[in-house]
């Protein structure tokens, strides 16, 4: 069946349609990654986004147990050039089709994917819609559309819960996490508290936390500081704290750094930043939207991290005030594990 991609500034491209038959809004968004393409469309950062996929061909691995990085996706539609169907008769693995039937996820295939780049370079931000038709009502229905504000509180668990383990007690402050930053804080045998976004100082207080870690999230960091500036008031240069992409930005925030909008917004597993201290290059996964910008900083950085696409700072430690930030996943997932040395130094600054 014949579908339609709509976009706010009156432009479709059509395709085949697979997943689930609905009609679906949401902003138009990039993923540059060549391979992990279930971590992609299952990353809560990824929360009421059009995923365009820009390698020729996904699905071909299908779908596993092991790489999901949240249980119920929450993007709103998939893009692709090709996709590949009926991939195993194995019960262990899904085809890509089936699994997003699954999940109510619409899907359109056999689309010019680099056409959708190039718009995303002139305009930042695009509302997008898949639909059956692409008549005159359907480009009045996506203009009328409001894209949702603080997507992290919907996204964001709203009790409470243990990864439990044997060492230090880390509070996870979820914007947005994924399951793969619990895994590596588990192979370091660090117990996880995981708090709502909206936590509070008390919350952090009862449990004894030795460190704060606050994760990426698809929310822009002025809809959170009511809810983090009494944490960081509290905690900061005291409790040793990691902030990941959102988190990053948060931290940055409270700092008073300031931040350069990315255009198109960086999503994928490409993004090479490089250590300023020993001149090592990571490539490392990103998924957020501004990037800090390097001049007139009075702070006393005791390491930095420079994206060498935009010389932008995608990172930096403050080892006095026991503080970690990065734009990019140390956890790739997907992405290599370059940086995860991160949550090695995060550890020590907890010993």
Avoid at 216 to 223: D, H, K, V
Avoid at 230 to 254: E, M, N, R, T, W
Avoid at 257 to 275: A, H, R
Wanted: overall charge negative; some cysteine; charged content about 20%.
């Amino acid at each position: 069946m014949k579908r339609y991609l709509v976009l706010e500034d009156g432009t479709s491209f059509s395709g085949h349609d697979f997943g689930a038959g609905i009609t679906s809004t949401g902003e138009l968004a990039i993923q540059t990654a060549n391979f992990g393409y279930q971590e992609a469309i299952s990353d809560p950062a990824n929360f009421g986004k059009i995923l365009t996929f820009t390698t020729p061909l996904i699905g071909a691995s299908g779908i596993n147990p092991i790489d999901y990085e949240s249980i119920n996706p929450s993007v709103k539609g998939i893009i692709a050039n090709d996709i590949a169907f009926h991939i195993s008769d194995s019960n262990t693995f899904q085809d890509l089709d089936d699994f997003l039937k699954e999940k109510n996820i619409p899907g359109i295939y056999g689309v010019d994917t680099r056409a959708l780049v190039q718009k995303l370079k002139q305009q930042r931000v695009i509302k997008a819609s898949i639909m059956d038709t692409d008549d005159e009502h359907a480009f009045d229905q996506i203009r009328a559309l409001v894209l949702p504000k603080n997507k992290t509180a919907q996204i964001s668990t709203s009790n409470p819960y243990a990864a439990p383990n044997i060492g230090k007690t880390v509070a996870v402050i979820d914007l947005g996490l994924k399951h793969s930053l619990l895994r590596e804080l588990s192979l370091r045998k660090i117990n996880s508290v995981v708090l709502p976004y909206n936590a509070s100082i008390y919350d952090i207080i009862n449990i004894r936390a030795d460190g704060i870690i606050f994760s990426n999230g698809p929310s822009n960091p002025e809809e959170l500081k009511k809810d983090l500036a009494p944490i960081f008031d509290q905690f900061y240069g005291k409790l040793p704290i990691l902030g990941i992409g959102l988190g990053f930005l948060a931290i940055s925030d409270y700092l008073n750094l300031e931040t350069f909008e990315l255009q198109p917004p960086y999503n994928g597993s490409n993004f090479p930043v490089i250590d300023q201290q020993n001149h090592r290059i990571w490539q490392t996964a990103m998924n957020l939207g501004q990037l800090v910008f390097p001049e007139n900083i009075t702070l006393n950085f005791s390491r930095v991290y420079y994206d060498l696409k935009s010389d932008l700072l995608a990172g930096y430690v403050l080892e006095k005030e026991k503080c970690i930030a990065t734009a990019f996943n140390p956890e790739g997932s997907p992405g290599n594990f370059d940086a995860d040395s991160i949550y090695d130094q995060f550890v020590r600054m907890m010993e």
